[in-house]
């Protein structure tokens, strides 16, 4: 299979996660809708390069994820609020074997005792060793991530102004006078 250099997470990102190519260097396996896709860069450099194509950046996306959801562990990222594009990791993303889903493609878990079954938007399903408990909850983070970034970025905004104010000193005085102008 041939790999490629560059790869820009998108909405029919299903999930990445790492692999090995025959000379032993940590790539990218992505699936995208039915395809699936060799990234010549690891799983947290194809996320970097992908935030950064949309105009942020890796430390940002982590930093704003924290500051909106608190102190959670193996964070979920938004790769793009305008897309509404977040992945969740489903173990610790300096695992090479994480896999990164992205929310809006996960349809559906099912508990396989320490397995979780999730079944994607592709019509496939992929059995991972994490409790099903612990997965929806990562998930869940996602979804509420994608919710507050929503809400916030469609909700209006009112601002009040306070009247311009003037300052005027006193000849006679020398004392300073304030007067509101409106």
Not at 85 to 95: A, E, L
Request: hydrophobic letters at 30%; a positive charge; charged letters at 25%.
């Amino acid at each position: 299979m041939k790999k490629v250099k560059t790869y820009i997470i998108n909405q029919e990102t299903v999930l990445l996660t790492g692999e090995y190519d025959q000379y032993g260097k940590l790539c990218t396996r992505v699936i995208e809708g039915d395809q699936s896709i060799l990234v010549d860069h690891p799983p947290l450099k194809v996320i970097s390069k992908s935030i950064n194509y949309f105009g942020f950046s890796l430390k940002g996306a982590i930093e704003g994820a924290k500051t909106i959801l608190g102190k959670v562990k193996m964070c979920p990222i938004m790769i793009c609020p305008v897309q509404d594009i977040c992945m969740f990791p489903h173990t610790s993303p300096v695992n090479h074997d994480c896999i990164w889903f992205n929310h809006s493609n996960v349809l559906h878990t099912q508990p396989m005792g320490r397995y979780t079954l999730v079944e994607l938007s592709n019509g496939r399903s992929i059995k991972i060793q994490a409790r099903h408990t612990a997965f929806n909850n990562k998930k869940q983070k996602a979804g509420d991530l994608r919710r507050i970034i929503h809400e916030r970025s469609h909700t209006k905004i009112v601002l009040y102004l306070e009247p311009k104010q003037e300052y005027e000193r006193c000849k006679e005085t020398g004392r300073i006078h304030f007067e509101q102008r409106t």
